[in-house]
């Protein structure tokens, strides 16, 4: 009789949702163009940039679209047709740590040097700059938040929530994904709330300072990464129109329809919370419209989607050596030339250091 270790293991079961290759490369090119827009000044203020403006400031919400999906791809392969259980949590973190490092490293090598080559920076703070982000603190520094590289802020969001990761899941099998949700949604947004109101009565004291870079970490933005765990547990792909579990999908009609209040009271939201509602409920649109499952077979979303992370670490820096380069010129022409060199230029550069972190990693 054979031994049963010796058996042939089942291929693990691979489950690919075609709608969050479309998604995840609409929400690069959001976050690109908010970063381009914002590197113009002067397009901001113009009589054509200015009724635009809304637009690109809000397309830096792709985060928080980042967010979700990463909660529902982690998660989906608990929840979804592979089943696969938790792994211990070492195991777990280093699996984590090893898809972002190398990429990201490689990143803190090139573009710190090159922010002191370009701009004619001081290099005395060049190795507490690199201490501070390869280490992924930088999303509690302010001067950290405002530089060049300011998109790196969302590693540090991404390692926290790695870290929470297997104490949320765990709370959710225990609980339930809905009551696990709550839980989650209700001591953070709360927390969030309470932070912002502190805030509102004491202007001249910390407390604003401390509620603008709560909005950059856990616990503020865990609900996020928790709702993508609870949709990855509640879709059921296949079983009709809207093949979502009940709670969720009325829990998503509801913060649909709070996201419309700004219409009638547009200055008295708590800015947090709202953007996470108002964000949630368009990814969930996009998600549940055929047309993101057909777009996200398209060979170019599929690219995107793939090159999204390289991508993601090399544009802002690029956009503003370039935007430091180019000499004075129309916003609007300004704008084109650096959507095309920019866009270029990080697609080249974010390639070829893949090239180089995967010759490292094999």
């Known amino acids: 009789m054979e031994n049963a270790s010796s058996a042939p293991r089942p291929a693990p079961i691979r489950e690919d949702v075609a709608q969050v290759h479309a998604i995840r490369a609409l929400a690069m090119i959001g976050i690109f163009l908010h970063h381009l827009f914002n590197g113009i000044p002067s397009l901001g203020a113009s009589p054509l940039g200015a009724p635009l403006a809304p637009t690109f400031q809000a ?216 953007r996470a509602f108002a964000t949630i409920a368009v990814f969930m649109l996009l998600y549940l419209w055929p047309a993101m499952e057909r777009l996200g077979h398209a060979k170019w979303a599929r690219w995107l989607s793939a090159a999204s992370y390289g991508i993601y670490l090399t544009h802002q820096p690029i956009l503003s050596y370039i935007g430091f380069w180019l000499p004075p010129m129309d916003p609007l022409a300004r704008f084109g030339l650096m959507l095309v060199l920019g866009g270029a230029a990080s697609v080249a550069v974010a390639h070829v250091l893949e090239l180089v972190a995967n010759k490292f990693t094999r």
């Not at 001081?122 to 405002?146: E, K, N, P, T």
Request: charged letters at 10%; a positive charge; glycine letters at 8%.
């Open 59 to 274: 397309m830096a919400l792709g985060v928080v679209v980042f967010n979700i999906m990463a909660g529902f791809v982690l998660a989906r392969q608990h929840f979804g047709p592979a089943h696969k259980a938790l792994e211990p949590y070492p195991k777990f973190m280093g699996r984590r740590l090893a898809r972002l490092y190398p990429l990201y490293g490689l990143c803190l090598l090139v573009f710190l040097p090159a922010n002191l080559l370009v701009f004619g920076l001081d290099a005395s703070g060049l190795f507490q700059d690199f201490l501070l982000r390869i280490f992924f603190l930088q999303s509690f520094s302010y001067q950290a938040i405002v530089s060049n590289t300011a998109a790196w802020w969302w590693l540090s969001l991404l390692v926290q929530f790695s870290l929470l990761y297997p104490l949320v899941l765990t709370l959710f099998d225990r609980l339930g994904s809905a009551r696990g949700f709550a839980v989650v949604a209700v001591g953070c947004w709360g927390l969030g709330l309470t932070l912002q109101t502190l805030a509102a009565a004491h202007p001249d004291s910390s407390w604003p300072h401390l509620a603008y870079m709560a909005g950059f970490n856990i616990p503020l933005r865990l609900p996020e990464f928790a709702l993508g765990m609870w949709l990855a547990e509640a879709w059921l792909p296949g079983t009709g129109p809207i093949p979502l579990k009940r709670p969720y999908l009325l829990f998503c009609l509801g913060l649909s329809a709070v996201a419309l209040l700004p219409a009638l009271s547009p200055a008295g939201l708590p800015l947090l919370p709202y």
